[in-house]
């Protein structure tokens, strides 16, 4: 193991001891003489012959692809035109580059192309509106269809709307939500299909056909996006399953007998992702199944695992990779973190609960069921996405359209309660700039993304685009980090992240190579880290974090641990900051210190970016204002990966 | 205009606004006349229709009745809040009656282009459908991770080394392994650009192929690029890019359509609008 930071002489002849000139140029002071070098560098390059062959036939993804899985449009049911202006076909446009116009009236342009999107608007919600007017005694039973109710009664038909709208947007339905599969219902399925159709282009922008299946019992969600591999043909085939009987369930079991169906009756092929279960009140990451308070059995872990390769583990709606009670010793753990109830707050989160709502605690407690189940139910991939109600993928920290078109970016958008209830409230300040979904594809088409999502050979960001490798395998050597070619390594010697290790050779421990490219135009690295899950021999489930890689030549102590912090250089009046510390690129291999064969493992990647302004410092620049003391004014966004899992 | 007639939403809406100027007010309804909430065949199989369409087989005899049974409430609840006239004054309502008209505007302007029109417009637009330009190129990398402090001078002597070199020769060597790699075959400089960044991309957008440039800058280090092949791209055939043309094209009728459906629409009203409160207040005192 070894680090690579910013490098004396001799830790660099060592990093760079696979390069033929790197090494021989470093280990020279400032006054080597030009002509000698020259003649070493001929001498070892020139017999060498032309690079075009190395790279001819490979079939390995060779970068990343980065997109949005997670976007509402104005047809998130008909209520959800009323904020947002933009449709399907604009959400692709913008996604594509174009400058469009947003609801709120300014001009909005993503700083560069994603590279696929997902358009997901809710499944629910067409038939609402009448229903709710009729006055249906189920919705008036509901403190919110009450109070919507009586608004329309007395006039105030605007302000319930608007607040029908904001509370759909951000999925707070209340119980007894209207069914759909109406005429409307249907041309906006039609349409989506349709915007999706036109937008992609194989090869160059990817039009994923999907829609959000909004799980919200009892206010805790449970969301999932379903996407489709296959083209409108086959979509089209089906109309979306929604959570209101008699026609859908809220029960995400439901929703896998429905995929099922969908797969066999039209020959598509289709998966799921969940996401916010930081607003799920403990019920996104079950060992209690909460629609029947049994155990989760292997038919639900069979499920589970079948259809939903992929989580959502950071979006608008803060990050949900851990917390800080159950990671009380990772200092990077309390990020973005929206632990103040569920998704409506309309009940108060309780410690208890958050085990079963992040990401890592999901993993940890997944390698145990899989030890009582035979089938590990939480054994997903991670993205990132937006969950943008706005049309537009925009979570720049310094081009953020925020969550819903009233959040679009305004000079009290910051000081407006997203969320308020009597139990808590959520400030417009604490929404996130994240995230994307990367994706390693070979290449940029429907087929090529999904099947790679399937694999799981994917990573979360909260926003910029660092590119990441993460291989695992039992013979990476230190020498593999400065390899020519490190991704064909890493598919020679191992398997990609969201892969599997088992078959432990005897005496041996698995190895990592990892490796993180900063984003183009964004800020550069402050580490890289593995964090490892197992569940020990007396069968509690342990983490342990492992800086693997840091910049700036800091120590990492022998505990794998790096205590000193990176430093900061954002200048918050200005919203700025600079790339004079933190690494643009590291690489490097690993190997679990603490191995023992005979323990169920995973290992994922976390990589770390030096502090920048966080979009709140942009909007006080920009619209010259004074963020109250509480409100965070810098972030350290991140990428994590897929784990990859050791399996005895 | 028969695809909005077809809309049981907007028949409810016709329905609703006769009931509501047969009666104004539920309250002042009799109840000695009661309505006639017909179901027709056509009706049930459009609701078995949505069920079949939702699970891929038709609904069983209990599921059907249940659909029924829903409609009627719907229709029910439906009519009578129309009556109350819940509708008036309700953004919702509005709008989604707004989108269908757009809708509507949207369905009339797309009839099947010629192709003489998609020519045409693909003649006049040619910006939208021009292929990209495709280079090939690899580059020697000189990582400012790695070089924190020599990047310069290794530069310098790179540089030198390059002069002399040729093509043949693979002087990726020279420099340090690039996490994305050291070739880039027929790539767009879209692509580019999100790879190294836009400033190293528009560099490298100017530079003649067939020997070393550089270095170019980028936010990871240096580079040296050696473009091979650089493939400008061009306006295709029609036959080639018919369905982005057709997309194009019927977007830009869209937009056109919305726009004079809604100037001829807005003639028809004389509009006043009247100052904000707090102007009309400041224009009293002007007076």
Redesign the interface.
């Known amino acids: 193991m070894f680090r690579l930071s910013s490098i004396s002489g001799a830790a660099l002849a060592a990093v760079c001891a696979a390069s033929v000139f790197a090494p021989t140029v470093a280990a020279q002071n400032a006054t080597t003489d030009i002509g000698t070098l020259d003649k070493e560098a001929a001498d070892k390059a020139f017999p060498i012959k032309p690079p075009y062959s190395p790279y001819a036939g490979r079939n390995f993804p060779t970068r990343p692809y980065f997109g949005d899985t997670h976007t509402h449009t104005s047809y998130s049911m008909d209520a959800g035109a009323f904020g947002a202006r933009l449709g399907p076909k604009d959400a692709y446009r913008f996604a594509k580059g174009e400058e469009v116009i947003a609801s709120s009236g300014q001009r909005a342009k993503l700083s560069r192309p994603l590279d696929f999107m997902v358009v997901t608007d809710h499944s629910d919600g067409m038939g609402f509106f009448p229903q709710l007017i009729g006055g249906d005694p189920g919705l008036l039973a509901t403190p919110q269809g009450r109070k919507w109710y009586d608004e329309i009664n007395s006039g105030k038909g605007a302000q319930a709307a608007i607040d029908i709208v904001t509370s759909f947007g951000k999925g707070q339905m209340p119980k007894g939500f209207p069914t759909p599969g109406t005429p409307a219902y249907r041309s906006a399925w039609r349409e989506t299909i349709k915007a999706a159709e036109e937008a992609n282009e194989p090869g160059r922008f990817t039009a994923f056909i999907g829609y959000e299946w909004t799980s919200n019992a009892g206010g805790n969600n449970l969301h999932r996006n379903i996407i489709w591999r296959d083209n409108g043909a086959k979509a089209s085939l089906v109309e979306p399953f929604t959570t209101l009987p008699p026609l859908g369930s809220p029960n995400p079991r439901d929703l896998w007998k429905w995929m099922a169906m969908c797969e066999e009756k039209t020959g598509a092929e289709i998966l799921a992702l969940a996401h916010n279960g930081n607003l799920s009140n403990g019920r996104m990451f079950p060992i209690i199944e909460s629609f029947n308070g049994k155990r989760i059995d292997r038919e639900y872990a069979e499920n589970r695992t079948r259809w939903e390769p992929l989580y959502e583990a950071t979006q608008i709606k803060g990050d949900g990779e851990t917390h800080p009670f159950l990671s009380p010793n990772d200092e990077f753990a309390n990020f973005e973190r929206w632990d103040k109830g569920n998704l409506d707050l309309t009940e108060v989160k309780k410690p208890e609960m958050l085990e079963f709502e992040y990401v890592r605690s999901a993993l940890k407690n997944g390698l145990k069921m899989e030890a009582e189940l035979g089938v590990n139910p939480y054994k997903f991939g991670l993205v990132g996405s937006t969950d943008a109600h706005t049309g537009l993928a925009a979570v720049e920290e310094d081009n953020f359209f925020g969550k819903t078109s009233s959040s679009e970016p305004s000079a009290d958008r910051a000081m407006h309660p997203f969320v308020k209830t009597d139990k808590a409230v959520i400030m417009g300040w604490e929404t996130t700039a994240s995230g994307y979904a990367a994706v390693w594809a070979t290449e940029n088409t429907r087929e090529a993304i999904f099947d790679a999502m399937k694999r799981r050979e994917t990573y979360a960001t909260t926003g910029p685009r660092m590119a990441v490798r993460f291989f695992g395998g039992w013979d990476f050597e230190a020498a593999d980090a400065n390899n020519r070619t490190p991704a064909r390594i890493g598919y020679t010697k191992g398997v990609p992240m969201g892969g599997d290790l088992n078959n432990a050779p005897q005496g041996k421990s698995p190895t990592f190579l990892v490796a993180a490219l900063k984003d183009p135009i964004g800020a550069n690295l402050d580490r890289i880290q593995v964090i490892k899950g197992w569940v020990g021999k007396d069968g509690q489930t342990q983490e342990r974090i492992y800086d693997v890689a840091v910049s700036g030549g800091r120590k990492i102590d022998a505990d794998g641990r790096s205590r000193t912090a990176v430093g900061s250089t954002v200048d918050i009046a200005n919203a700025t900051w600079t790339n004079t510390i933190g690494a643009g690129e590291m690489i490097t291999v690993w190997k679990d210190p603490d191995f023992d064969p005979a323990l169920r493992a995973f290992y994922y990647v976390r990589v770390i970016e030096i502090p920048t302004p966080r979009w709140t410092a942009y909007d006080a620049k920009y619209f010259g204002i004074k963020m109250p003391a509480e409100v965070t004014m810098t972030t350290t966004e991140r990428a994590y990966t897929s784990p990859i899992w050791y399996t005895p | 205009m028969i695809a909005l007639l ?4 907007l028949q ?1 809406l016709a329905l609703g606004a006769m009931l509501f100027a047969l009666y104004g007010f539920v309250g002042k309804r009799s109840a000695d006349a009661p309505e006639k909430i017909v179901v027709s065949a056509s009706r049930i199989a459009n ?1 078995g229709d ?2 079949a ?4 087989r038709p609904p069983s005899g209990q ?1 059907l009745q ?2 029924i049974e ?1 409609y009627i ?2 229709e ?3 009519r ?3 009556a ?1 006239g ?8 509005r ?2 009656v707004r ?1 269908k008209m757009e ?1 509507l505007a949207e369905d009339m302007s797309v009839p099947e282009p010629s192709d003489e029109q998609l020519a045409a417009y693909l003649a006049s637009n040619p910006q939208l459908f021009r292929t990209e330009d495709q280079l090939t190129f ?1 580059h020697v990398f000189l ?6 402090n ?1 990047i310069e ?2 530069s ?3 540089a ?2 390059l002069a ?2 040729d ?11 690039f ?5 880039f ?1 027929g790539i ?1 400089p ?1 692509k580019v ?6 400033d ?1 991309s528009r560099r490298i957008a100017a530079t003649e192929t067939g020997r070393w440039q550089g270095p170019v800058s ?4 240096q580079h040296f690029v050696f473009i091979s092949e650089r493939v400008s791209g061009s306006l295709p055939l029609l036959d080639a890019v018919r ?2 043309v057709r ?1 194009e094209w019927a ?1 830009a009728r869209r937009l056109e359509a919305e726009q004079k459906l809604y100037a001829s629409l807005r003639e028809r009203y004389e509009i006043v609008v009247e100052a904000p409160p707090s102007k009309a207040a400041s224009a009293e005192v002007d007076r």
């Open positions: 077809r809309e049981p939403l409810f609701l949505g069920f369409r939702t699970w891929r599921e249940g659909l829903d409430r719907d029910v609840f439906y009578e809040g129309r109350a819940l509708d008036r004054d309700d953004v919702i309502i709008r989604r989108q809708f690899h990582s400012a991770t790695r070089r924190a020599t001078s290794d310098k002597q790179v030198g080394v002399r070199a093509a043949a020769v693979d002087a990726t060597l020279l420099g340090d392994p996490l994305l790699g050291e070739e075959r767009s879209n650009t999100s790879i190294f960044g836009e190293f980028s936010g990871f280090g369905p982005a997309r977007n």
